[in-house]
């Protein structure tokens, strides 16, 4: 299940990277667009391969996913709502549905999925530490 798992993910990205490559440079052939992403695939692992890449991919790990993805959820869910509207939010959802939604999804939306993700990203910035690999500490900046 692993193995499927892991394969389509590397599908879905580098399809995404291949799409894109193919848009901005119409001029590559398939198999071109195709390599090209392949090789920079395999040149952006090279470095998790050398014997500090378990430093680099702890670094990627955190800074680039873990931390990311509260900062950025928390900033897209107050955005709808701060910005965009939860109202109207709520319009295109029964736009694409045709169906009226209830009080308990704008409770959700409005009110419960903001105060926890801000929640929970209080408790993170709270609660960090310094990154460690092992027993080695990762060095201040």
């Not at 680039?64 to 109207?88: K, N, R």
């Not at 959700?108 to 310094?130: A, D, E, K, N, R």
Request: proline residues 4%; aromatic residues 20%.
């Amino acid at each position: 299940m692993l193995y499927v798992v892991g394969i389509g993910s590397m599908i879905a990205g580098h399809t995404s990277l291949y799409s894109f490559l193919k848009a901005h440079v119409p001029y590559f052939k398939k198999w071109q667009a195709s390599l090209a992403v392949a090789c920079a695939g395999f040149l952006g692992g090279l470095p998790f391969l050398t014997p500090g890449g378990q430093f680099a991919l702890t670094l990627v790990d955190y800074f680039g996913v873990t931390f990311l993805f509260f900062i950025l959820t928390t900033a897209e869910v107050i955005a709808v709502i701060w910005w965009y509207g939860l109202e109207q939010f709520c319009n295109d959802i029964e736009f694409m549905l045709n169906r009226k939604l209830g009080f308990y999804w704008k409770f959700c939306w409005g009110i419960i999925t903001p105060c926890v993700l801000i929640t929970v990203m209080v408790y993170f910035l709270s609660t960090l530490q310094t990154l460690k690999n092992g027993v080695h500490d990762f060095p201040d900046f």
